[in-house]
C-alpha cells in the first residue's frame, strides 16, 4: 500500500513538472510568434479604416490634495483601458490552451493618454504595468499614477465653498478617425475620503478637440467648514461684538485706546490668515474676506473715536474764545 502511495506520488510530481515545462515552452513560442512582425507604433486593426474604441473604467483610489491657492487637484487613480487587439489574436489549442499572455507596456501598442489639463505635463504609463491580452484579441491596461492638475477655484462662499475639478485626457498619438476613447464606468470601492473634501459626485464626458478624441472626468468636492467655523468665523465674530464694549470701560480707567488696539491687532491678523488660503484674486472676492476687512475697519474707527474721546474728557476749560 505505501509503495502504492509513493508512486502516485511520483507519476503526479513529473506529470506536474512535464505539464509546466510544456506551457513555459508554449508562452514562450506563442510570445515570439505574435511579436513577430508586430509593430507597436501601429494601429493594431487589420482594416486602416477601422477605429480602435478604448473604454475606460475609472478607479478612484484617493484625492490627498487640493490647494485652491496655486489651483491645484491631486488625485490618486487608474484609467483601467479596455481595447481589442485584432493583431494579437491566437487558437487556444495550438498554444496547450493558452488564453492569456501579459506583455511589457513597449512591445505592443497601448494608448497614449495625455493629460490635458495638466501643472506639468503627464502621460500614462512608463512604470512596467503590463498589458493583458487575451486570446480574442481583447487587451486591458491599468496605468496607476498619482495626477496633478489645474483647477479653478471660486472662493467667493469660503469656506461654505463647492467646486468642480475637471481632469481631461486626450489621445495624442493619432485623431479620432483612428482612436475613440469612451467611458465606462466609475469604481470608488477603494475610495478613502478627503478629512477636508467631500467628494459629492463624478462624471465623465466624451468629446472631440482639435479631431483628437478628448474624456473629461468632473470632481464636484465640497469643503467640510466646521474646523474653520470653529476656528477662524466665530472668534473673530465674537470678537467683533466684543469691539463695540470699548465705550463701557470708564474713561478714567485709560484702557479705552488699549483695548482698542488689541482688537485692531487681532482682526488684522485673521485677516493675513484668510489672504494666506485663499487665491490672491478679486474676481469675484471672498465674502469672508470683506467681512473681515469691514471689522478690522470697524475696529480702526473705535479707535479713532476712543481716543477723540479721551481727547474731549481730558480737556481744559481755559479756552480762548475769539470774538467775531
Not at 494601429?43 to 473604467?57: L, M, Y
Not at 494608448?111 to 491580452?133: D, M, N
Not at 474728557?313 to 481755559?318: A, E, P, V
Request: proline share 5%; glycine share 4%.
Amino acid at each position: 500500500m505505501i509503495v502504492k502511495i509513493i508512486l502516485l506520488c511520483v507519476c503526479t510530481i513529473i506529470e506536474f513538472s512535464t505539464s509546466n515545462g510544456t506551457t513555459y515552452e508554449a508562452i514562450n513560442k506563442l510570445t515570439a510568434d505574435l511579436l513577430d512582425g508586430y509593430n507597436p507604433d501601429t494601429v493594431p486593426v487589420k482594416n486602416s479604416t477601422t477605429i480602435v474604441h478604448v473604454n475606460i473604467a475609472f478607479r478612484l483610489f484617493a484625492i490627498p490634495k487640493l490647494d485652491p491657492v496655486t489651483g491645484l487637484i491631486q488625485a490618486v487613480f487608474t484609467p483601467m483601458c479596455l481595447w481589442t487587439d485584432e493583431i494579437m489574436t491566437w487558437d487556444p489549442a495550438n498554444y496547450s490552451n493558452i488564453q492569456i499572455v501579459n506583455f511589457k507596456e513597449e512591445d505592443i501598442w497601448h494608448p497614449s493618454l495625455l493629460l490635458a489639463t495638466p501643472l506639468k505635463f503627464a502621460a500614462t504609463g512608463g512604470y512596467g504595468q503590463r498589458i493583458q491580452v487575451n486570446a480574442n484579441g481583447n487587451a486591458e491596461w491599468m496605468p496607476g499614477e498619482v495626477w496633478e492638475s489645474s483647477c479653478r477655484f471660486i472662493m467667493k462662499f469660503w469656506p461654505f465653498d463647492k467646486h468642480t475639478c475637471n481632469i481631461e485626457f486626450l489621445h495624442a498619438d493619432f485623431k479620432a478617425d483612428k482612436v475613440q476613447l469612451h467611458h465606462l464606468m466609475f469604481d470608488e470601492s477603494n475610495y478613502i475620503p478627503n478629512s477636508e473634501w467631500t467628494l459629492e459626485g463624478l462624471s465623465a464626458t466624451t468629446l472631440t478637440r482639435l479631431n483628437y478624441s478628448v474624456i473629461k472626468y468632473s470632481f464636484k468636492l465640497k469643503r467640510e467648514s466646521t474646523f474653520y467655523v470653529l476656528t477662524l468665523i466665530l472668534p473673530i465674530t465674537f470678537l467683533g461684538i466684543s469691539s463695540e464694549l470699548v465705550f463701557l470701560l470708564p474713561v478714567e480707567s485709560g484702557e479705552r485706546v488699549g483695548f482698542s488696539i488689541t482688537l485692531m491687532l487681532t482682526m488684522t491678523t485673521f485677516l493675513a490668515i484668510v489672504s494666506d488660503v485663499i487665491p490672491k484674486t478679486a474676481t469675484p472676492p471672498s465674502l469672508m474676506a470683506v467681512f473681515v476687512f469691514l471689522l478690522v475697519m470697524f475696529s480702526i474707527m473705535e479707535l479713532i473715536l476712543a481716543i477723540l474721546s479721551l481727547v474731549l474728557f481730558h480737556r481744559t476749560d481755559d479756552i480762548n474764545i475769539h470774538k467775531l
